[in-house]
Every structure is written in structure tokens, then in C-alpha cells.
């Protein structure tokens, strides 16, 4: 049973808790880590099993946080989607990213959109429409601001030309939020977001891409687009900010899947460590046996400080989290990393056979330190805030 006490801490309100037993009893029934897509290797199985997730976490109301009803509730509640993330992730990496990027590819919509663009929300928090984010380049990754991709005005619309790539949920997505060069200013001022409907004239996939911990992702194509002057989201230019603000969101929650992750290798780890005997005890006997343990618990509770600050800061008013959600996304998938690397470690030749819950989640954290800024751009925005402020 994974650790429950870090929800007696003030970043909760009753809701929170509620909610947190709720996901996690809806978990327990509906996932299991033995889940065939995310390894059966067969891409067919793989998209099915992502739309079914998707279906799954929108009948039973989960997507319904991803982007709020404004009738019911104004924003979004960060500290709601890191609860879902971290117990989705200690479950199931893919059941974690089919709702991760409803939220994500939705975001610029729910943060940004007008009336009209908004009807898509009602069908992206039901899990009948499948949303993402495209913003990734071949030669534009950790350098947002140098995209290429063109959109071209053109009478009472705009016409996308260009490729991206990684683009998660890339070829099962209904619609897909893409930021492209509109051309009001070179660099990031003359970058806009548009909205383009999975079935739009000209777009194809390229290419599907496997990855260590898979999902759907690919190479997507834009060749003459065609899309009304209302697919834009925000006013032309402001495609960077809305990215940018888009992704301060939604990073602490990244944190807190990789949280997830970290909180199931020592939940592994203690079982292993208990029943394992070994030199007339048991492994959790050894003293260097419980120093590791020590170390995971402290990482984990350490990142878990960071992941609800940041969300708690956001949920509280603060109009950016730059810092706070750098410094979560920063902290929590590095040392969530060495948590798993440890658990591989203490479960011996067990942990790195195929199929292992632990062997899954070594590839399953992974990219965490990759997508949505790799590390090294986490210290430099970091770094730039302190410079800046102090
Ligand atoms: C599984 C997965 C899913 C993804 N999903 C999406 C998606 O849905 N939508 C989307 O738009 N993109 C997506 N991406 C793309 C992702 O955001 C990029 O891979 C990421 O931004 C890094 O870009 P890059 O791969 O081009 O690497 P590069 O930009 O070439 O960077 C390579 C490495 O250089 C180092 N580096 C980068 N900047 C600095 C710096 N300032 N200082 C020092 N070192 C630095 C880092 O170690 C980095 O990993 C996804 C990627 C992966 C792997």
C-alpha cells in the first residue's frame, strides 16, 4: 500500500482527500500493471488500448479535471491533476498518459480559448475526442522559439505548412493544438496556436515512432492546411506565450507522474526487501539494504514537497509558477530515476527481466526527464528566475 501521509499536509483540502481515495479505488478496479497495450509491441493493440483508457477515464468523470466545465468550476485544479497523475502512474504509465494528454493537448483551449473553440472541452473531458499538443520540431526541440512550421493568412483564414514530431497521441488525436509561424515578428513573438481537426484536408502521419515505454507518437505532416480565422487561439503572435503558459501548468504534473512512478519502486522495493531471504535473514535485514530504502523514501518525499507546492502556488492565485513547477519537474523525475534505479538494483536479476513491474518502470520514467523540458532547460529557467528576481 503505497504512502498515504503526505495528505494530512496543508497543501490538501478535504476535497483532495476524497478525491485521492476515489482514484485510487477507481485504479484498483479498472487498471492493472500487467495492462497488454503498453507492451504488447503491436501498434494496433497499443491505439486501442489508448482510446479505451481514454473512453474509461472519461465515462467515469476523471477527464471532466482536465479541463473544467466553466459552469461548474472556473480553473483548472492543478493539485486535482497531480493527485490523478500520481496514482494513474503508480498503476499504469499508459492509463497516466492517455488522461495526462487530454489535459495537455486540450490546455491552450481550456487556458486560452474562446466560446466557440471551447465546444471541443465538452468532448475532450468525456474521452470522445482525443486531443493533442503539437509543438516539436526536427530542428526545434528545447528551442521552441525557432519553429518553422508557417501558417500563411490567406482571406478569411490562415493556411499551415510545415512537420512536427514526438507528438504524442500523433495519429489517434481528433484534435491537435499546433503552434506555428504566423510571422508578426521573427523568434518567439511571431508564433501563433491554431486548432486543426484530426480528419483536416492535407494533414497526414508521417511516421509512428516507438519508444522504450510505448505510446502513440509520430511524425505528423501539414501540407496546405486550410483553417478558419477562428482556429486561433489567443491573437496572432501569441502562440509562444500560450505554449509557455500551457506548459507551467501542466509541469508540476509531469512531477507528479514521475512521483507515481517513485512511490511504486518502493512500494516493490519493500515488499521484495521483506520476503526475500537471504544470509539467514531476510533483505531488508542488511543495513546498506535500509540505507537505500532511506535514501528512495527521502527522494520521494522530498519531490512530493516540491510536485504540491507548485501546485498548490498555482491553485492559490499565483498568475505564473515558473520557478516552483521547474524546480518539481526538475527535482521529482531525477530523483524518481534513481529511486527506480534502486529498486531494479535491490530486486536483483528479477529487476531487469522484460515484463518486471520495476524493469517497466525504468523505461517508464525515462523520457520524464526529456519531454516538456528536458532537465537542463529546467535549470536554466530556473536559474534565470533567481537571476531576475533575486
Ligand atoms: C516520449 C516523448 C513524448 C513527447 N511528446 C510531445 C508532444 O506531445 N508534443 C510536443 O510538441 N513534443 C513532444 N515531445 C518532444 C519533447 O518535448 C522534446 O523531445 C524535448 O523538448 C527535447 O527536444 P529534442 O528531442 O529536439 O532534443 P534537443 O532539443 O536536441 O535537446 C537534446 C538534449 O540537449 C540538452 N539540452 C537542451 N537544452 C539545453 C540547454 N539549454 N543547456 C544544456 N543542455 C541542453 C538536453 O539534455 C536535451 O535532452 C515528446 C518527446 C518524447 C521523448
Not at 108 to 126: C, D, M, V, Y
Request: some cysteine; overall charge positive.
Amino acid at each position: 500500500m503505497a504512502d498515504k501521509t503526505f495528505l494530512s499536509w496543508p497543501f490538501f483540502d478535504e476535497r483532495h482527500r476524497a478525491l485521492a481515495a476515489g482514484i485510487e479505488s477507481w485504479c484498483a478496479t479498472n487498471l492493472s500493471s500487467e495492462h497488454g497495450g503498453a507492451d504488447s509491441g503491436a501498434r494496433g493493440d497499443l491505439d486501442a488500448a489508448c482510446r479505451n483508457l481514454v473512453r474509461q477515464l472519461g465515462r467515469d468523470g476523471w477527464l471532466a479535471h482536465t479541463a473544467p466545465d466553466p459552469r461548474r468550476t472556473a480553473t483548472l485544479d492543478v493539485r486535482t491533476l497531480c493527485l490523478i497523475r500520481e496514482a494513474l502512474a503508480r498503476h499504469d504509465a499508459l492509463a497516466d498518459f492517455a488522461f495526462a494528454m487530454q489535459g495537455l493537448g486540450a490546455g491552450p483551449i481550456s487556458l486560452f480559448g474562446n466560446a466557440e473553440q471551447r465546444h471541443w472541452l465538452a468532448r475532450t473531458r468525456k474521452g470522445k475526442a482525443i486531443a493533442a499538443f503539437a509543438l516539436t520540431e526536427q530542428q526545434s526541440g528545447s528551442d521552441v522559439a525557432s519553429i518553422a512550421m508557417t501558417a500563411r493568412r490567406d482571406g478569411n483564414g490562415y493556411v499551415l505548412d510545415g512537420e512536427k514530431t514526438w507528438i504524442s497521441n500523433g495519429g489517434i488525436a481528433d484534435l491537435y493544438v499546433v503552434f506555428a509561424r504566423s510571422g508578426e515578428a521573427p523568434g518567439a513573438k511571431g508564433i501563433s496556436a491554431f486548432i486543426v481537426a484530426g480528419d483536416a484536408a492535407g494533414f497526414s502521419v508521417h511516421e509512428r515512432l516507438d519508444v522504450i515505454s510505448p505510446h502513440p507518437l509520430a511524425r505528423i505532416a501539414f501540407d496546405r492546411v486550410r483553417v478558419p480565422a477562428n482556429a486561433m487561439i489567443g491573437g496572432p503572435g501569441e502562440g509562444f506565450k500560450i505554449a509557455m503558459a500551457t506548459l507551467d501548468v501542466f509541469r508540476a504534473t509531469v512531477a507528479a507522474a514521475a512521483l507515481g512512478f517513485a512511490r511504486r519502486a518502493l512500494e516493490e522495493t519493500l515488499k521484495r526487501a521483506r520476503a526475500r531471504r537471504m544470509f539467514d535473514g531476510a533483505l531488508a535485514d542488511l543495513q546498506l539494504v535500509q540505507g537505500a530504502i532511506a535514501e528512495m523514501a527521502l527522494d520521494i518525499d522530498a519531490a512530493a514537497l516540491l510536485v504540491y507546492r507548485a501546485a498548490w502556488a498555482k491553485d492559490s492565485g499565483a498568475a505564473r509558477v515558473t520557478r516552483e513547477a521547474a524546480m518539481a519537474k526538475l527535482f521529482a523525475t531525477e530523483r524518481a530515476q534513481r529511486v527506480v534505479d534502486k529498486a531494479v538494483q535491490l530486486h536483483g536479476g528479477d529487476g531487469v527481466r522484460r515484463g518486471h513491474i520495476v524493469e517497466r518502470l525504468y523505461r517508464d520514467i525515462r523520457a520524464l526527464r526529456i519531454y516538456e523540458g528536458a532537465s537542463e532547460v529546467q535549470k536554466v529557467v530556473i536559474a534565470r528566475q533567481m537571476l531576475a528576481g533575486g
